[in-house]
């Protein structure tokens, strides 16, 4: 059984008047064990576009990343592999085989590499149909707890309406969890956030198709140490008061806060995904009614449940003070993250400006950018900033667009603009 903690850090002081209380919720995991051995097992899918814009190097590296992959799927483990196009087809087991998924063995992991070499490349891409046969293969073993794919593309989402790419995710939401790769310069970022967005994964873009093989690898490897299938934050609030957003802001930035389901009348769940021995935070704002100065209130109480059972809980208080030198302060924690998420709107909104001809409006959102990157220490988040704009002032974000600058490198910034680094304790 897994151990997890939490830790809360916020300035509980507020002052006469005031009704918003910030806090931030780390939680941590130790003794996970691997995906191999927990609960219910675990199902791993491989989705490889195969539509005609990867002839050529995109489709070797990609089928000898999927290659690659099927190595480190530990043995007793569900899988299947898929191929993408404007259809999805089952690549393995072959089409004709009369189950839809099997468990890892030396024989299947061969047969299963073979398959993948007799992928081809052709037809348009629809990914909806991707996720809707995933899911289908999923439903296959309904007793498996965790199940898991990864999904790789290298263009736009053209061959199928408007909107039924989104109406196929939230179809599939909650259903399992998918990491969203894109490779080259084709690709759309927001088809793919909104993908890992709702599945609880990550996207990210890899530049050159020889990389593909090393992030498969690492993704499958990081899929096979999660040993808790699924565990939710839950947020319990008084009587009258508001939970205002439930954000989690590291690793990555993410907003859970529409993802609540109810536990009963005050208390919310939000789900977290798979646990291996890691660490995450959380940013969650609550309002309550205001008191008169020197009251206290609990105003939250944040807990992490498995399975339906709270295996760590940590409280949110308020404290009402007419002491400024308390009210005053500004918890670091909450305002590091406060920064990073706002980094992470900036820049997207900003190169969204760009893409449509507002340069003065991405001049000002990025320019803001480069500010808070500065501010909290994002020194990863400047640098790749620092391929899409002139900086003349950090510290006031005094920048200039560049001109004819590398698609690639606004590619990569948006990608990245969600993850976060840590605040120094």
């Known amino acids: 059984m897994a151990d997890f903690r939490t830790e809360v850090f916020q300035n509980e002081f507020l002052s006469d008047g005031a009704t918003d209380v910030h806090a931030i919720v780390t939680v941590t995991s130790s003794g996970a064990g691997t995906a ?74 061969e047969e299963a590499k073979r398959a993948i070499s007799y992928m081809r490349p052709s037809g348009g891409t629809a990914m909806s149909t991707w996720l809707r046969l995933a899911d289908a293969i999923f439903a296959e073993v309904p007793q498996v707890a965790q199940k898991h794919a990864i999904l790789l593309t290298d263009g736009r989402n053209e061959s199928e309406p408007r909107g039924e790419l989104s109406s196929a995710i939230s179809a599939v939401t909650g259903h399992f969890q998918c990491d969203a790769r894109g490779v080259g310069s084709s690709w759309e970022v927001a088809e793919l956030r909104e993908i890992a967005t709702a599945l609880l994964g990550t996207v990210d873009l890899i530049r050159n198709p020889a990389d593909i093989a090393a992030d498969f690898k690492a993704l499958v490897n990081e899929s ?28 990555t930035v993410e907003d859970l806060t529409a993802r609540r389901t109810e536990v009963n009348a005050l208390t919310g769940a939000y789900p977290t995904g798979a646990w291996g021995d890691e660490s995450r935070d959380y940013h969650v704002a609550v309002r309550v009614a205001s ?40 918890n670091p924690e909450v305002a590091h993250y406060t920064g990073q998420a706002e980094l992470a709107s900036v820049i997207q909104e900003g190169l969204a400006a760009k893409a449509s001809g507002d340069e003065a409006t991405a001049t000002v959102k990025l320019g803001r950018a480069v500010q808070l990157a500065a501010e909290t220490g994002n020194e990863e988040a400047t640098s790749r900033l620092r391929r899409v704009v002139e900086i003349d002032d950090e510290e006031q974000g005094t920048v200039r667009l560049k001109r004819n600058t590398d698609k690639l490198d606004e590619m990569a910034l948006d990608t990245a603009s969600t993850k976060t680094t840590r605040v120094r304790r």
């Not at 490889?48 to 992959?69: E, F, H, L, R, W």
């Not at 096979?224 to 690793?251: C, H, I, N, T, Y």
């Not at 939250?300 to 208080?317: W, Y």
């Open 36 to 109: 191999a051995t927990s609960s219910g097992g675990i199902a791993e899918l491989v989705i490889i576009d195969t539509s005609g814009s990867m002839s050529g190097p995109n489709m070797d590296a990609a089928k000898y990343a999927a290659q690659v992959a099927v190595d480190q799927i530990a043995d007793g483990t569900w899988f299947a592999v898929i191929g993408g196009s404007h259809v999805a087809n089952r690549a393995f087991p072959y089409p004709n085989a009369p189950v839809a998924i099997v468990q890892m063995e030396p024989g299947a992991r």
């Open 224 to 251: 096979m140490s999660k040993g808790v299938a699924d565990a939710e934050l839950r947020v319990w609030a008084p009587q009258g008061a508001q939970v205002l957003f439930v954000r989690r802001v590291a690793p």
């Open 291 to 330: 008191k008169p100065v020197g009251s206290e209130q609990l105003a939250a109480r944040v807990q992490i449940a498995v399975g339906g059972d709270v295996l760590a809980s940590g409280l949110v208080k308020a404290r009402w003070s007419d002491d400024s030198s308390l009210t005053a302060r500004i």
